[in-house]
């Protein structure tokens, strides 16, 4: 079985979740690959795949916790305002409590 690339994960994600699929098992299935692959996720990617997670109403706490991390090190400013409003309503949607270092 081969893996998804970062942006076809992120990609397919984002679709399901815009047609209205809501299976958590999707998420908990690609889970351990975004935490596995993440330092090849692009910010898109990033904010993709998040979005999907909380419009599937999955709250995956290693995953927001990997991206939350990631977000610590990462330069906001290269997040595009679609990005950010993602992530942002993401983790809103998702109940998580971002980390004022973030």
Do not use: N
């Not at 990617?45 to 909380?54: E, G, R």
């Not at 610590?72 to 109940?95: C, E, H, I, N, Y």
């Amino acid at each position: 079985q081969k893996d998804f690339s970062p942006r076809q994960l992120a990609v397919t994600l984002h679709s399901l979740a815009s047609s209205g699929v809501r299976e958590r098992s999707i998420c908990s299935a690609v889970a351990p690959q975004i935490i596995r692959d993440f330092v090849g996720f692009e910010l898109r990617d990033m904010s993709y795949s998040l979005w999907a997670f909380a419009k599937m109403t999955h709250r995956h706490a290693p995953v927001f916790g990997k991206i939350q991390d990631g977000l610590r090190v990462m330069s906001t400013s290269k997040f595009t305002p679609q990005d950010l409003s993602m992530v942002l309503w993401s983790f809103a949607r998702a109940g998580w409590e971002i980390d004022a270092e973030v």
